[in-house]
């Protein structure tokens, strides 16, 4: 079974039919129609391309929302989504009212998480640094 989007993989189709805004659902389900009528499996890379970059930034969220939301490899990804916030400058209330939906990890995790990344860092960072002295 092949996906109707060529770049994105079924993630990218699923994300079309159901979280995109009614605009871009429309223009897919138009070069869908299309290409099904065109006799193809699959829309054009050109309208694949336009798509994407419509809607890439809500992609992208609904895309760390969903890996994070998959087994215990995805929990990371909560802790990258708030270092990512806390990195543009949302406040701790901001990211507190993120957890509570879901979109990023606690605030205690967070903290507890990123010390012990900027330790490892600092390890990193002086071995190398007498590695070569």
Known sequence: MQNTVPVGGYIFESYLYTHSAYDVNQRFKQYVVAAQFAGRTNILEWQNEELLETCHNHF?????YSLS?????????????????????????????????????????????????????????????????
């Not at 992208?60 to 760390?64: A, K, N, W, Y």
Request: aromatic letters at 14%; glycine letters at 8%; one cysteine or more.
């Open 60 to 64: 992208l969220g609904f895309l760390l």
């Open 69 to 133: 939301s998959i087994g215990s490899n995805g929990n990371q990804q909560f802790f990258y989504h708030t270092l990512c916030c806390n990195f543009h400058g949302l406040s701790r209330k901001g990211q507190e009212y993120l957890s509570r939906l879901g979109f990023a990890s606690k605030l205690r995790s967070f903290d507890e998480t990123r010390s012990v990344c900027i330790s490892k860092s600092r390890e990193i960072v002086r071995s190398t640094l007498y590695q070569y002295k």
